[in-house]
């Protein structure tokens, strides 16, 4: 599951019931805390979703993973983007992981807002996807859809199934800027974008739910 939960500025109630319905093995969120009592924040948050914390928050400027009891992290990693005067500092998560026998890399980012800083961004997320070896899910508030030269980046090699989804904004969605991908090994069993009255209400962004069955 990839969601951008806004900073958790809506319903909580809403979010939390969401995503206990779902009941992902990985979420991966986007704007989650990464200020003053970041820590605490998060784990409460993964808390009441019935989730743990598994990477990210400040050290991946907003970007988390949370992971269910049923997956074991191996290891976890951060990085971040360049900063651009007068932006935000943005970066991307990773956890390698292991769920029933299956191992996977998940990797969680959101780039900027600005179509000249975006690009650049994705090229540094990509490349660091394409060096990690195994199966790779890739999740992000990408700020824009496909046919964009960022989303166009990420794509590239990869799969995904979100063609006649939109996810932006919650209440009348009308784009899609919110986007999974994984590697050819990764069979996409289902994708959705929930669009449950809980989902209007959780967020301005719409979550993405996909089955995926590992290699």
């Excluded at 990210?56 to 949370?66: D, F, T």
């Excluded at 292991?98 to 900027?112: D, E, K």
């Excluded at 990408?142 to 063609?163: I, M, Q, Y």
């Excluded at 919650?170 to 784009?175: C, D, G, K, S, V």
């Amino acid at each position: 599951m990839s969601y951008n939960v806004h900073g958790l500025r809506d319903d909580r109630a809403a979010l939390i019931s969401l995503i206990r319905e779902a009941d992902p093995d990985v979420l991966v969120v986007q704007e989650s805390p990464r200020r003053f009592r970041w820590r605490h924040k998060c784990a409460a948050l993964a808390d009441d979703a019935g989730l743990v914390v598994a990477a990210g928050g400040l050290p991946a400027l907003g970007n988390l993973v949370l992971v269910s009891m049923r997956v074991k992290v191996h290891e976890t990693w951060c990085m971040r983007f360049p900063l651009t005067p007068g932006r935000h500092l943005r970066g991307a998560a990773f956890v390698r992981g292991s769920v029933r026998g299956g191992r996977f890399t998940v990797s969680g980012s959101h780039l900027a807002t600005d179509p000249a800083e975006r690009p650049a961004q994705a090229a540094l997320w990509k490349q660091a996807l394409d060096g990690i070896e195994g199966p790779v899910i890739a999740a992000a508030d990408l700020n824009e859809g496909p046919g964009g030269g960022a989303w166009r980046t990420v794509e590239d090699g990869l799969l995904s199934s979100a063609a006649g989804h939109f996810t932006f904004p919650a209440t009348l969605p009308a784009r899609l800027i919110d986007g999974l991908f994984v590697t050819p090994d990764i069979t996409i069993e289902k994708y959705e974008v929930v669009e449950s009255d809980l989902a209007r209400r959780a967020s301005d962004h719409l979550p993405v739910l996909a089955d995926l069955r590992l290699p």
